[in-house]
C-alpha cells in the first residue's frame, strides 16, 4: 500500500511551492477593492455571487473590512490566537511500540517555533469559511517531514459549479483540484451549510456597512460642528459673478475664518444650537460593535467596556473559551486528517488507526476520587489494568527492577494505599486538648508527696483502732504544701477562662 501511494504522487509537487507564489494570469486581477463605495445592494450581489461559487470579491470585502474595522479586527484576532496558543498534545493509537513510535514521529515535528503562526493562519477560516493551507515536504533525511506550512490566499481558491463543496486550485490557464497530501483544507463552522456560507465574514459585512454609514455621517457632522451657520445675502441686482464671489467667502470663511465681500452684500451668521455632540452617531456605531463582538466572541464583556460585575463577566468568560474549545477541536480533526495521516502514510505505510492529535488540555478526571475509590473496591475482588490505572494517572511503567518506586515488603503500592484507608483515623485534638495533656503527664509528681501523707495517716489511726470521725478531724490539721498543685490549677483555670472568652462564652 506504502508503494501505491509513493508511486501516485508526485515527489517534486509535493516538496516545491504550487501555490506559494502568484502565477500571472489569473492572479494579477486582484484587488477590485469591493469595500469602495459600498451599498446595500452591492453588498447582496457580492454574497450572492459567493453563495454560487464566485467568492473572488467576498474574500477582498473580508480582507478590507479585516484591516479597516478595527472591532472586527480586535476580536477576530482574539479568538484565532486563543486557540492558537493552546497546548498540542498527541496520543498514540494503542499501547503498542510501534503505535508510540508513530506518536513520537508526530511530536518532532510539532516542536517548531512558527508552529503557533501557522495555526493562526489556518484559523482564517473562522471569518471566512474555509483556509488552505500548503505543505511543502522535506525528503533530505530520507523521511517525510513538513519543512513548512504556507498560507494560501483565498482568492487563489474557487469551487466547483456542479459541486461546491470541492476546493480548487487556480492555476495559469484554469483550475485544478487540490493534490493529495499536500494541502490542509480547514473549515471552523459558524453556521450548517456549505463552506463557502459558514464563515463570519457574511454576518459582520452587514454591520461593517451599516456602522460604515454612521461614520461617514458622524465625521461630516464634526467638521461643522460647532461653527455657526452661514448665510450670505446679495442684493436683487447682484451677477452671477457676485453670487460666486459670495459663496467663495462663505466657504473661505469655514476653512480658514477669513474672507473679504463686496460692501454691499450681508454675511449673516446662525448660532448652531446643537449640544449633543453627535451622541446618536456614537450609539449607533457603539450597537455595530457589540453586535460583531457577538457574532465573534459569543458576548461582549471581555472586549467592550459593558459593567455586570465579576460573575457576569466570569460567565462570559466562560462563554469565550467554550466557543475557543469548539474552535480547537475541529482544527485538531483536520489537522488529523490532512497533516498527521499524510505524514504516518509517507513515512511507516498505511494504518488501521493512527496516532491523535490533541489541541487544548482535555478535561482533567477526579484522580483523588479515582484512587480512593480503587482502594475500597480492591479487598472485594476488583481487578484492574496496570496499564489503565497508569494512563489515568499520567504515569509511565517501570522500565526495570531497579526503576520500581512505591513497594514495601513485596506489598504493591496500591494494597499499601488501601491499608492506609482501612486503618482508624487518630482524633484530632486542639488547644484545650493539649493543655490537658501536659497538666495530666506533671499530676503524679504533683500529687505524690499529698498522698504520702495522707496514706502514713490513715495507717496509724487504723493502728490506733480509730474511726472515720478522727480521720477527719486529722485530714483537718494535716500540714500539707500544696502549693505547687494550686499554682498548675490556677494556671489551668487561667487557660479555659482564656479559650472560653475567646470562643464568646
Known amino acids: ?136 515536504w522535506e525528503t533530505s533525511s530520507s523521511q517525510w517531514m513538513p519543512k513548512s506550512l504556507n498560507w494560501v490566499d483565498p482568492r487563489w481558491i474557487a469551487f466547483q459549479h456542479n459541486d461546491l463543496s470541492r476546493p480548487l486550485l487556480k492555476v495559469d490557464g484554469g483550475y485544478k483540484e487540490l493534490t493529495p497530501y499536500k494541502y490542509i483544507y480547514t473549515t471552523i463552522k459558524a453556521k450548517s451549510g456549505l463552506d463557502i456560507r459558514g464563515g463570519l465574514i457574511r454576518g459582520v459585512a452587514w454591520a461593517y456597512l451599516f456602522k460604515n454609514y454612521s461614520l461617514k455621517d458622524w465625521v461630516s457632522f464634526l467638521e461643522v460642528y460647532g461653527h455657526p451657520f452661514r448665510v450670505g445675502r446679495y442684493g436683487k441686482n447682484a451677477t452671477d459673478k457676485d453670487k460666486r464671489n459670495l459663496l467663495r467667502a462663505l466657504c473661505h470663511i469655514g476653512a480658514d475664518a477669513t474672507a473679504i465681500i463686496p460692501q454691499d452684500m450681508l454675511i449673516e451668521f446662525i448660532k448652531n444650537e446643537t449640544s449633543s455632540g453627535g451622541a446618536a452617531f456614537k450609539e449607533h456605531a457603539a450597537y455595530f460593535d457589540q453586535a460583531i463582538s457577538k457574532v465573534v466572541l459569543g458576548q461582549t464583556t471581555t472586549t467592550d467596556a459593558i459593567s455586570g460585575g465579576h460573575a457576569v463577566s466570569q460567565e462570559h468568560n466562560e462563554v469565550r473559551m467554550d466557543i475557543a474549545n469548539s474552535d480547537a477541536r475541529q482544527l485538531a480533526a483536520v489537522l488529523n486528517r490532512d497533516l498527521v495521516r499524510p505524514m504516518i502514510d509517507l513515512n511507516f505505510g498505511a494504518q488501521k488507526v493512527y496516532p491523535k492529535l490533541i489541541i487544548g488540555n482535555p478535561e482533567r478526571e477526579d484522580i483523588s476520587a479515582l484512587t480512593e475509590s480503587i482502594a475500597r473496591l480492591m479487598p472485594y475482588g476488583l481487578e484492574l489494568s496496570a496499564k489503565q490505572i497508569r494512563s489515568k494517572l499520567g504515569l509511565n511503567a517501570p522500565e526495570d527492577a531497579a526503576d520500581v518506586f512505591g513497594q514495601k515488603s513485596g506489598m504493591p503500592l496500591i494494597n499499601q494505599f488501601n491499608d492506609s484507608l482501612n486503618k482508624p483515623l487518630s482524633p484530632v485534638k486542639d488547644f484545650l486538648d493539649e493543655i490537658g495533656d501536659d497538666e495530666l503527664k506533671d499530676w503524679q509528681p504533683k500529687v505524690a508527696p499529698v498522698k504520702k501523707k495522707i496514706e502514713e495517716l490513715i495507717a496509724r489511726l487504723i493502728a490506733e483502732g480509730k474511726g472515720l470521725e478522727d480521720l477527719k478531724k486529722e485530714l483537718e490539721r494535716l500540714e500539707v504544701s500544696p502549693d505547687e498543685l494550686t499554682e498548675s490549677l490556677a494556671k489551668s483555670s487561667m487557660y479555659a477562662q482564656i479559650i472560653g472568652g475567646g470562643n464568646g462564652k
Open 1 to 136: 500500500m506504502f508503494n501505491i501511494i509513493k508511486s501516485y504522487l508526485n515527489k517534486k509537487l509535493l516538496t516545491s511551492s504550487e501555490a506559494g507564489s502568484p502565477i500571472m494570469g489569473v492572479r494579477d486581477q486582484f484587488s477590485s477593492n469591493p469595500g469602495t463605495n459600498l451599498t446595500p445592494v452591492k453588498l447582496t450581489r457580492i454574497l450572492r455571487d459567493s453563495a454560487e461559487g464566485d467568492i473572488m470579491e467576498l474574500m477582498e470585502l473580508a480582507e478590507e473590512i479585516e484591516e479597516k474595522d478595527l472591532q472586527y479586527q480586535t476580536v477576530l484576532n482574539t479568538r484565532k490566537r486563543t486557540v492558537a496558543q493552546l497546548d498540542i498534545s498527541v496520543e498514540p493509537a494503542d499501547d503498542s511500540a510501534l503505535a508510540t513510535a508513530h506518536a513520537d514521529f508526530v511530536k518532532q515535528f510539532l516542536n517548531r517555533d512558527t508552529l503557533e503562526g501557522e495555526i493562526y493562519d489556518m484559523l482564517d477560516a473562522i471569518g471566512k469559511g474555509f483556509s488552505v493551507t500548503e505543505i511543502i
